[in-house]
């Protein structure tokens, strides 16, 4: 089954999360000269309308990239930032990256890009969106099934992006597997989950399995918009990151607050950040 479409929710509070610890990670790989691999899982169609009858329709993103546009951000935001303002040169929101759209702009010419995508219809956008780009090679494939038969990467540094639509319960046990596999075949990666708080037990199962697995180096980063409320759908994002760039926890310790402060819909709104499992 694959009726989940991005497009209707580009650019809302959990992409603004997702991507700007996507930037961060990008931005610490670029510390060395040395050729890495970024990996997109579930990589949707790259870049989406913003005045597209989707995103029209849910008008998410009024309350994500929406409340940011235009603001004075702390530093921490800019390379997330700056690859946003790149689709919109004349300063009018109407473009949003994609994860693949917003890596393609923080990598550099000797990088990698591998990106699968399922769906009829987001597949041959994406295609469409990197048809110039030598880098970036994409596979209509199931994106567990393609990670772990391209791990480990050759470059042996980079890191991999997890973000399913969470359509079907059994998602969740696909992610803990699809992860594990990866991780016994490329211990050193850096791999970045994504998960929405819509049923808080969903997440206690991941943080359960992860924390069973003998896997080491997992920093959980979380933002809540408003307090869990199932019946309201999703209040909040976050993500689990294996083998973080040793800078994660502390830029994230400044940004939580911020985005907290700009995306937060109630008082319950708030913050975690927290070592699953420490080194
Ligand atoms: C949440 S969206 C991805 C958004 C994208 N990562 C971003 O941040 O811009 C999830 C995507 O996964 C795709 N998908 C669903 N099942 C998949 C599978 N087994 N393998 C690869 N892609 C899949 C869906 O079609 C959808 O486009």
């Known amino acids: 089954m694959l009726s989940y479409r991005h497009s209707y929710h580009a650019g809302n509070h959990a992409d603004v999360l997702k991507h700007s610890v996507q930037a961060l990670i990008l931005d610490a790989l670029k510390g060395k000269d040395k050729p890495f691999v970024y990996h997109d899982t579930h990589s949707g169609a790259g870049r989406y309308d913003l005045k597209d009858a989707h995103a029209e329709k849910t008008g998410e993103y009024v309350d994500g990239i929406g409340r940011l546009w235009g603001q004075d951000c702390p530093e921490i935001l800019h390379p997330y930032l700056k690859a946003v303002k790149a689709l919109n040169p004349n300063g009018n929101l109407r473009y949003y990256p994609g994860s693949p759209r917003l890596a393609a702009a923080l990598t550099r010419p000797q990088d990698r890009l591998m990106l699968t995508e399922l769906h009829p219809s ?21 994106g567990y ?3 772990k038969a391209s791990l480990p990467p050759k470059e042996r540094r980079g890191v991999v992006l997890i973000d399913p639509p969470y359509e079907l319960k059994g998602e969740y046990g696909d992610l803990v597997k699809g992860v594990l596999e990866g991780v016994k075949r490329w211990a050193t990666g850096t791999y970045a989950l994504w998960y929405p708080v819509v049923y808080r037990q969903d997440i206690d199962f991941v943080e359960r399995r992860l924390k069973a697995s003998g896997v080491r180096k997992i920093l959980k980063i979380e933002l809540r918009v408003t307090g869990d409320n199932a019946e309201r759908g999703m209040t909040g994002s976050g993500m689990m990151v294996i083998n973080p760039p040793w800078k994660l926890e502390s830029q994230m310790t400044e940004l939580l607050p911020y985005l907290v402060a700009q995306l937060g819909q109630s008082p319950q709104a708030g913050f975690t950040l927290e070592w699953l499992v420490a080194e």
């Open 122 to 142: 987001d597949h041959p956008r994406l295609v469409q969106e990197f048809a110039q780009d030598k880098r970036v090679r994409i596979a209509r494939e199931d």
């Open 145 to 147: 099934q393609c990670l």
